[in-house]
């Protein structure tokens, strides 16, 4: 079974947005978290490598836009993903080593 038929777009999805809103500060509502997973399925991933870093890319900027809109979140970007276990690796944004906050600043 490759790895592009063994993780659906909906579990990817659903992956992504379940870990970039446990990393993300302040919190996400329910609302919030279920917009993120709107924008990543409507990126069109259905039927590719989800590991594919063109896929992780696109996704990163899904994230990128994401917080742009809000102005009032920092969250972490996708670095991986294990299409067979289907869980993603999530990495914290930082600057001089301390992770992004919220609202601008370190």
Known sequence: MSAQSSLSTGALTD?????YADGTRPPLTPEL????RAAILSEGLEGT???DPANIDAINRV???FELSLEAVAGP???GIDAATGTVSMSNRSEAGRPLRSFGGQ
């Open 15 to 19: 992956a992504v947005a379940a870990a």
């Open 33 to 36: 978290v279920e917009q993120v």
């Open 49 to 51: 490598d989800p590991a």
């Open 63 to 65: 994230l990128d836009a």
């Open 77 to 79: 970007r996708l670095v």
